[in-house]
């Protein structure tokens, strides 16, 4: 397989391979609190991530997991923090939606619907200011859209013409309510005319589509400004492990199934030529095996000695 397919490929394996083990390790009374499953939405990160430079800067969600692993956390560590032990990436203490990776340019996660908008807005601010050569990354899901963050953070962006690219990851619902319901616009990138900046649409369950369009919306960001990019997905799992689902039936989830990122990539490698399915067993085969070793190794970490309890608290 080509190299950048090959990438995006092995990128969502991993995604959707932690986020399956997460989901067992949950169930079994491993993990505690809860866990925002990124299950169905595997090709907004990997697609985007693919098309940044370590250095370039992004912001994640309380549904974060995936755009951690695109950034290229180590999973090891990504793991341990699960279990709440000392060599997780926030030293065990963030857990789930906490977590952040500053070597690889991954600033954090957060628990807060659109939280992460204005800090990488604040993050862009930075980076224009000191005239460094990378940009900014916002993720945030169509349920943010609505919060007054985001429209006053659209708006600073534009009017100070900062090096941020907000990644709309619209998959239909803010928790258990339907988008449709929470807005009477029919899509999403309008907003960003709005503001005077650039918004498009995009299918967002198509990892190269994503990835190259990303490459075109990192030109422009680069030296026009901000830039909305609305990426159509569904998420698979429920909003959180404690979610019922009562609001959504089987017949939707089917549907988008039949959608799957992860199948649809390899249906577009046999159909190119340009992998077999041996190749791509062997792929998945080699992200098992990566998943297996990360569990073995957070199991072996010791937890947080009690002296560390105040570290890291800012008073």
């Known amino acids: 397989m080509d190299c950048i397919t090959g990438r995006l490929y092995e990128k969502m394996l991993l995604i959707r391979g932690f986020e399956e083990k997460i989901a067992e390790l949950f169930s079994k009374g491993y993990i505690h609190g809860t866990t925002h499953l990124y299950v169905g939405q595997e090709a907004i990160a990997a697609g985007v991530c693919a098309a940044l430079k370590k250095e370039d800067i992004i912001f994640s969600t309380h549904r974060g997991h995936g755009h951690c692993i695109a950034k290229g956390i180590d999973i090891n560590k ?3 923090e699960f279990f709440g032990r000392e060599s997780g990436c926030s030293g065990g203490k963030g857990g789930s939606m906490h977590i952040a990776d500053f070597d690889n340019g991954n600033y954090g996660s957060n628990g807060v619907v659109g939280g992460g908008i204005p800090l990488a807005v604040g993050a862009a601010l930075s980076v224009k200011m000191r005239r460094q050569d990378k940009i900014v990354v916002c993720f945030f899901g169509d349920g943010a859209t609505n919060q007054g963050a985001f429209h006053e953070s659209l708006n600073l962006a534009s009017i100070w013409r900062l090096p941020v690219l907000f990644v709309c990851e619209a998959n239909e619902y803010g928790l258990s309510m339907k988008t449709r319901r929470a807005m009477n616009v ?14 498009k649409t995009i299918d967002g369950n198509d990892a190269c589509l994503v990835y190259s369009e990303t490459e075109k919306a990192k030109k422009y960001v680069r030296s026009g400004g901000p830039m909305l990019l609305v990426c159509e997905t569904y998420r698979i799992s429920g909003h959180s492990k404690s979610d019922n689902e009562a609001y959504r039936d089987a017949e939707e989830i089917n549907r988008w199934r039949k959608k799957d990122p992860i199948v649809r990539m390899e249906e577009q490698m046999i159909s190119a030529m340009l992998a077999t399915k041996d190749e791509m067993e062997a792929v998945k085969a080699g992200v098992a095996e990566k998943i297996d070793k990360a569990v073995e190794f957070s199991l072996n ?13 800012y008073a």
């Open 78 to 80: 990504m793991m341990a």
């Open 186 to 199: 029919k899509s999403l990138d309008v907003r960003a005319q709005s503001y005077g900046m650039p918004g």
């Open 301 to 313: 970490c010791p937890y947080p000695k009690k002296e560390s309890l105040f570290c890291g608290v």
